[in-house]
């Protein structure tokens, strides 16, 4: 029998696996501003009890305390990791009781934090799953899924010579058929300007819907317009997927640097639909387009500043777990 696909972000949750900042070497100045902006995510996306069940994953005692007193209404899960960064390091979670865990290597090399490359086993064993490890190199971030058999990516990622050397399109596409089944892979080109993922599909292009796919249109002063519009094109030329525009934030700076700020890792939960602000004009904009593709969810925008000094936002903190 063909491996069915992991369901879309929009189908039920059991839970959520949030990433909860732990190392204050990591994060410096950024810890407590950082901590309070992921407990207010996941206060959002508990909903009061409507939504789902939060899972904070914490990397020490220290840290587990701390989201306690954080966000009290949360089950607090400590297990070492490197980095908050779940949604590449944890497990993908398939239908029925199976996970699937891939290799990591730290964005291509940039990041070796300890316990980064083994998190995803410990957190899919710890939920009861049976796990099955793939060697080749693959991020959560760098796909995105309809739920029914389509999925997105970017060459920038999956093509790196950093990720998987020799390994090209066809195999890329029979290894993500064999693995995670999905049945037609959507290729777009280069990811953000600045983002250290190399070109993570969840700060480009996101479904919305089966065969529907988001893709933000760029603001007057935005620095990625060209890989906005080369996206948009490309999944326009491809057939039988249908393009839906949504603002971009624009250029976003920090320290006097473009920092790749996007609405796009907004995180779809049982209750709401969290998107990351940035103080950027188009932040309102932003929320009530996405109110417009999820009427049945509360859409909520929340300042996400401090966690993307660590390189991402609310997907990228968070992994479901599929009811």
Known sequence: MPLKPPPAEWARH??????FPSHPELWADDLDPARAEVAAFAR????GGKGEE???????????????????????????????????????????????????????GKYDLPGDDTIGERLAL??????????????????????????????????????NPGMGRREVEQRLADDLGFTRVLWLGEGLLNDHTDGHID???????????????????????????????R??????????????????????EVIPASYMNFYIGNAAVVVPLYGAPNDEAAVAAFAGLFPDREVVGLRADHILTGGGSFHCISQQIPA
């Open 203 to 233: 700060n480009l292009a996101r479904f919305v819907g089966e065969g529907r796919v988001a893709v933000p249109v760029a603001a007057d002063n935005d620095p990625n317009w060209r890989v906005y519009q080369d996206a948009a094109v």
């Open 126 to 163: 710890g939920r009861g799953r049976t796990v099955k490890r793939r060697e080749w190199v693959l991020e959560g971030g760098a796909i995105d899924g309809d739920g029914a058999g389509l999925v997105v990516t970017t060459e920038q990622c999956l093509l790196n010579p950093n990720r």
């Open 235 to 256: 999944l326009r030329g491809l057939g039988g997927v249908e393009v839906v525009p949504v603002p971009s934030p624009g250029r976003v700076m920090r320290d006097d």
């Open 54 to 108: 939060v899972l904070l994953v914490a990397a020490d005692a220290e840290a587990a305390e701390a989201a306690e007193a954080y966000a009290p209404f949360a089950t607090v899960v400590t297990e070492p990791f490197g980095d908050i960064w779940l949604r590449d390091t944890g497990p993908i979670l398939l239908r029925g009781h199976e996970a699937r865990v891939f290799g990591f290597n730290g964005w291509g």
């Open 14 to 19: 059991r839970a959520v696996w949030i990433g």
């Open 44 to 47: 959002a996306v508990h909903a």
